[in-house]
Nanobody, 117 residues
Framework: QVRLVESGGGSVQAGESLMLSCVASGSISSTMGMAWYRQAPGTERMLVARITTGGTTEYADSVEGRFTISTTDTKKRLFLQMNSLRSEDTGVYYC???????????WGQGTQVTVSS
């Protein structure tokens, strides 16, 4: 079992920055995949950024060059640095981890990000 707790959300103006943090506890592993998802009102949850077990990072086209995902060596913490925020970045951001190629997954409770234009 893995517990994920996000923090760092808030309300900001367009162009400002936020850093989200996710603390992982329980049966964490250096081989687990980690990611951030976003869900805006009335839409499906979408992948924002992920970091693979090999350390490769991938980003949604809409955040490429503005957001940076990172993790500690122990994978006890996952971060998302969000710069040049836009109103369309608004939503609830969820921390997500996977084991065994996605066969097992865990979600955090989410943290709200609101960007006003």
């Amino acid at each position: 079992q893995v517990r994920l707790v996000e923090s760092g959300g808030g309300s900001v103006q367009a162009g400002e920055s936020l850093m989200l943090s996710c603390v992982a506890s329980g049966s964490i592993s250096s081989t687990m995949g980690m990611a951030w998802y976003r869900q805006a009102p009335g839409t499906e949850r979408m992948l924002v950024a992920r970091i693979t077990t090999g350390g490769t990072t991938e980003y949604a086209d809409s955040v490429e060059g503005r957001f940076t995902i990172s993790t500690t060596d122990t994978k006890k913490r996952l971060f998302l640095q969000m710069n040049s925020l836009r109103s369309e970045d608004t939503g609830v951001y969820y921390c997500h981890v996977t084991f065994w190629g996605g066969l097992v997954e865990y979600w955090g409770q989410g943290t709200q990000v609101t960007v006003s234009s």
